[in-house]
């Protein structure tokens, strides 16, 4: 069973997903996640995604569907988070004629607001080893630069640059808000209000996801 976590970059998919898998033993997928190892790992998909990436532009749907094709799995009793796809409508269509015992349960829309997402986007620096996320201002690692967490340099992503941030807002908007029309008529679509602290969005959005998730079973 899939669940969707829809937003706005920023909106807080990946923060929201990490509490799902911790509280509620799901599996989060995320696609940009993905993307980024492709990256580490200097792999073709990696090499031809990172200048996109950057620039905050989309991946080419064909390099998603590898990449969810080969993530998914085939475990029937397992429920995954989906951060980050579908993205525009040819990958909601895809993600809807997969060959796969997984269908989507749930789509939930993180709806934040423009200026929290700057802040947000503009603000975190993020360890180049584990990933942990951290805020110029509301989550500083102990020492300067240095993960809290394993070590390693603490930096800014590459997408999280002023431009890239803008380019992400507008791909958003022309590519990913009419994915968010294409599921309201379709029974399971939940709008949960994303500017709150973590916590305040987390019980929301596990009150709907529930419920929906209960329906499937
Ligand atoms: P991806 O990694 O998915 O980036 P994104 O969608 O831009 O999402 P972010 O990770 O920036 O934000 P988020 O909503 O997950 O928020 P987060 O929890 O991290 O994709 C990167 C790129 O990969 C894309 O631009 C594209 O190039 C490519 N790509 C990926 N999927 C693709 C696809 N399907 N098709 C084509 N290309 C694809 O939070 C952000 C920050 O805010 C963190 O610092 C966090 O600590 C903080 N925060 C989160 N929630 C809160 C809160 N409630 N209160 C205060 N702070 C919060």
Redesign the pocket.
């Known amino acids: 069973m899939i669940i969707l976590?829809v937003?706005?970059?920023?909106?807080?998919?990946?923060?929201?997903?990490?509490l799902l898998v911790k509280r509620c033993g799901f599996r989060k997928l995320?696609?940009?996640?993905?993307?980024?190892k492709h990256i580490r790992e200097n792999t073709p998909i990696g090499k031809s995604?990172a200048a996109?990436?950057e620039?905050?532009?989309?991946?080419?749907?064909d390099?998603?569907l590898e990449i969810l094709n080969a993530e998914l799995g085939n475990d029937p009793a397992e429920v995954i988070v989906l951060?980050?796809?579908?993205?525009?409508l040819n990958?909601a269509r895809a993600l809807a004629k997969l060959q796969s015992p997984h269908k989507v349960c749930a789509v939930a829309h993180?709806d934040?607001s423009r200026a929290?997402?700057v802040d947000?986007?503009s603000?975190?620096?993020?360890c180049s080893q584990c990933g942990t996320?951290?805020?110029v201002v509301?989550?500083r690692p102990s020492k300067d630069q240095i993960c809290d967490n394993c070590g390693g340099a603490v930096v800014q992503?590459p997408?999280?640059r002023p431009d890239?941030i803008a380019t992400?807002l507008d791909?958003?908007e022309e590519s990913t808000a009419p994915v968010l029309d294409y599921y309201r008529n379709g029974g399971l679509y939940d709008k949960v209000e994303?500017?709150?602290?973590?916590?305040?969005?987390a019980k929301a959005l596990q009150k709907v996801l529930v419920s929906r998730v209960e329906k499937c079973r």
């Open positions: 976590l937003g706005a970059p920023g909106a807080g998919k990946g923060t929201q997903a990490d995320s696609t940009g996640d993905a993307l980024r995604a996109i990436m620039q905050g532009k989309l991946v080419p749907d390099v998603l951060d980050g796809y579908p993205r525009n990958q993180l934040a929290v997402i947000r986007l603000g975190r620096r993020v996320s951290y805020h509301e989550k992503r997408d999280d890239s992400r791909v958003f994303a500017d709150g602290d973590p916590e305040a969005v």
